[in-house]
């Protein structure tokens, strides 16, 4: 829960403060940011050159005008002066009207500086001052006026109306004061225009700042905000219109950070909690896992600190051979049977309970104690009875689940919350070890056990590397020609010690389980293959005992070491005919990877070896394997041979193999055949073959080859 507990550092926060004013500048448009906006610029420019381009084609037509205009003044100044000084008493056509003295006194003092005096048809009669360019030849076409290119002479034609005389006349006048003029008037009308742009820019990009760079300028900001920090963008409310384009659209955008942020919130807070359920819930029953166990459980303890009043059960569980059910029934079944445990637990304890699932199909349970439920034990006993009390129905099957339960106490079995779960757990594999389908309570004892079993596994590697393993062996007989077919081998550890007789045996029924636990099985196992295999060979060469050896093969070795190779191995090192060779494998190897088992023990079987099922009855596998795995033999176990007699049960049961066994084409063996009311009772119900004390107890080499020798080769030369 801790892993997600958000904190802000401090710096982060500093950080998003200065982005804040930040993006406060942003918006907030000053009119220095309007200069700087490269769009009002544009925009502005655009204006400006817009406005000055249609001033000046109105300046051009109104500069036309302004010409004409002046011109047309200068021409009737010249005809004022002219019409004066032409004498009207001068009556011939073809002589001029203005005497030579008016003539001078024209050009010396008005604008006239030059006169071409022509007759009505266009007969050049006189030329007075400068000569004006401007020459009449053709008198249909008579021009009114020239203006000199460089404007400084304008040229006209008073015609015979103009002057009220039959005469036409070509006046030069001077015309440099109307450049001037219109210079002036260029000039001026410049400055207005320039004037006027400027101040219709400034509106403009005042007008512009207010209305459209201010707007998507916050617009801006807002955004710059979301992008920074989408989840919680800290953006102002819109202080625009937002009626207006503009101001729609930032009203649109802000729904739409703020919508963004929400959906971020959303999904990061749905993802946290799929990744705590991940984290700390298990996905199958829905219960706290091992993880958050072990985290409530230490908040609890923590909180009891040191009250002696506060005390915890803690229960761990494991359900009986639930492997089996789920090999055999298929995962579905398993998952639905977890499943149903782990809601019984749930309704059958008290809400204040924690029900955890901490393994496959491990469960453990902590409940704080008090007037109700005084001690861990009986937290532990209404689990059993809540298992137990009915079957489980699955896929309408009936399923009768068993619980091994292990149960210790807070503060009693363990000040700390690991210590605890731990020492509940030992007391669990210490009810599995006892049989299953019980409760045992943590006791100091069982730490004890286990460090022994911890020194047993150091010693058994020891002895192994020192060679102080033997093997025994003990024959078995058919139980009808009383012939000895084979002999088992059994492993013996002779362990020194500073006793009397120097050291003692340790029986393979103690530190096999150990040996299987750890997997020095494996080179134990590849010890006693290979020792066996050399002395039935040398039986052979030596005493011409032809008998077959067997060989204890345990489920770890299947999965753990490459049995087949490891077998073709001995038996060409040792050139023992693998027809001589049998594995006794108990019915646990089937419960592992069956695929895996088949093969081995099918290129085993083709290989030439025997394969017998030690212990059988005892296991819990159906009897289909029986007709997938190539076996040779069953080998009725030692509890119902034992029991035979004075249980009927048993007897029944030892019947029942040897029916099985034949009706299977199988040889059957009995083992710990003690007696001859054993024997007896074997041979009335057709048993094949017998193993046990009766005959001869598990003996070293040199004596087993002093049995077969010694040995009449009639079963009742036993008989006392
Ligand atoms: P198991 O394979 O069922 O071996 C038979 C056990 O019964 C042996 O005990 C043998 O000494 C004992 N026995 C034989 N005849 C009689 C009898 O008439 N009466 C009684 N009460 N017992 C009899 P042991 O040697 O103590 O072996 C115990 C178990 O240890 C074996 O049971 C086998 O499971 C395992 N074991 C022994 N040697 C090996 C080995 O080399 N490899 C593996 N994997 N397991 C071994
Ligand atoms: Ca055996
Ligand atoms: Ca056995």
């Not at 399923?399 to 919350?417: E, H, I, K, M, Y």
């Not at 004890?448 to 093997?471: S, Y």
Request: charged fraction near 25%; proline fraction near 4%; aromatic fraction near 8%.
């Amino acid at each position: 829960m801790h892993l997600y507990h958000r904190k802000e550092p401090l710096v982060k926060q500093d950080h998003k403060k200065s982005r804040l004013s930040l993006f406060q500048n942003t918006f907030s448009s000053s009119p220095a940011q309007i200069w700087k906006s490269r769009i009002s610029w544009r925009i502005t420019l655009a204006a400006f050159l817009t406005i000055l381009t249609v001033q000046a084609a109105i300046l051009n037509f109104e500069l036309k005008t302004f010409e004409q205009e002046r011109l047309d003044q200068l021409r009737e100044v010249g005809r004022s002066a002219l019409t004066p000084a032409i004498d009207p008493s001068v009556r011939d056509l073809l002589s001029s009207p203005v005497s030579d003295a008016h003539a001078d006194r024209l050009i010396s003092t008005t604008a006239i500086n030059g006169l071409t005096v022509y007759s009505s048809q266009l007969d050049l009669i006189k030329i007075y001052g400068e000569p004006p360019a401007l020459q009449l030849t053709d008198r249909y076409n008579i021009p009114e006026s020239r203006r000199s290119p460089d404007g400084r002479t304008y040229d006209v034609v008073f015609r015979s109306n103009d002057l009220n005389r039959p005469f036409i006349m070509v006046a030069r006048l001077d015309s440099s004061s109307v450049q001037t003029q219109m210079i002036g008037f260029v000039r001026q009308t410049i400055q207005i225009m320039l004037l006027m742009s400027a101040f219709v820019t400034s509106v403009l990009m005042l007008a512009m700042g207010r209305w459209l760079l201010e707007p998507i300028l916050f617009m801006r900001g807002n955004l710059l905000e979301a992008s920074r920090n989408p989840e919680n963008p800290s953006i102002q409310d819109s202080p625009f219109d937002a009626h207006d384009e503009i101001g729609g659209t930032i009203a649109l955008t802000q729904a739409l950070i703020r919508q963004n942020a929400e959906n971020i919130q959303q999904i990061k807070s749905s993802a946290e909690n799929k990744i705590h359920k991940l984290a700390y819930y298990d996905t199958l029953t829905g219960l706290p896992n091992r993880t958050l166990f072990l985290q409530t459980l230490t908040e609890k303890m923590r909180a009891a600190g040191d009250s002696e009043l506060e005390r915890f059960a803690i229960v761990t569980m494991d359900l009986d051979h639930f492997k089996d059910i789920n090999d055999s029934m298929g995962h579905n079944v398993g998952d639905a049977i977890l499943r149903a445990v782990g809601k019984r637990l749930r309704a059958a304890l008290p809400e204040r309970a924690m029900v955890s699932r901490t393994g496959e199909d491990e469960f453990a349970v902590t409940l704080k104690l008090d007037e109700d439920i005084k001690t861990a034990r009986m937290v532990a006993e209404k689990i059993v009875q809540v298992i137990r009390s009915e079957p489980f129905r699955v896929f309408s099957e009936d399923f009768q689940v068993r619980v091994s339960v292990g149960v210790a106490t807070f503060p009693d079995d363990g000040l700390d919350p690991d210590h605890v779960l731990k020492n509940a757990d030992i007391a669990l594999n210490r009810a599995k070890e006892d049989g299953r389908d019980m409760i045992k309570e943590y006791s100091e004892d069982f730490d004890r056990a286990v460090q022994q079993r911890f020194q047993l596994l150091r010693d058994l590697r020891d002895a192994l590397e020192r060679k102080q393993l033997d093997l025994y062996y003990q024959p078995q007989l058919d139980l009808t020609t009383g012939r000895i077919i084979g002999a088992e081998a059994l492993l013996r550890w002779w362990k020194p010690n500073n006793s009397k007789e120097g050291g003692t045996f340790i029986s393979p029924a103690e530190f096999i389980p150990v040996a299987e636990q750890s997997g020095l099985i494996v080179p134990i196992g590849e010890w006693v293959l290979s020792t066996a295999c050399a002395e039935a060979k040398s039986w052979e060469d030596l005493h011409d005992i032809n008998i077959r050896i067997a060989v204890n093969v345990s489920a770890a070795q299947f999965s753990q070491s490459d049995l087949v190779l490891h077998v073709e191995r001995v038996i060409a090192h040792t050139g023992l005919d693998p027809r001589r060779l049998e594995l006794e494998v108990t019915e646990s190897v089937f419960m592992d990877d069956v695929r895996h088992t088949i093969e081995t023990l099918k290129r085993l079987h083709e290989f030439g070896l025997e394969l017998a099922i030690d212990d059988f009855g005892t296991g819990y596998s159906s009897l289909s394997y029986l007709r997938q795995f190539p076996i040779d033999r069953l080998k009725i176990d030692q509890s119902f041979i034992r029991n035979a007699l004075n249980n009927s049960d048993d007897a029944s049961i030892a019947r029942t193999i040897v029916g099985l066994g034949h009706s299977l084409n199988l040889k059957v063996i009995a083992e710990g055949v003690e007696t001859k009311e054993h024997e007896t009772f074997l041979l009335a119900e057709g048993c094949d073959e017998a193993q046990g004390y009766r005959y001869c107890r598990p003996v070293p080499s040199d004596q087993m080859v002093e049995f077969v020798k010694n040995y009449n080769g009639k079963l009742s030369s036993f008989d006392r």
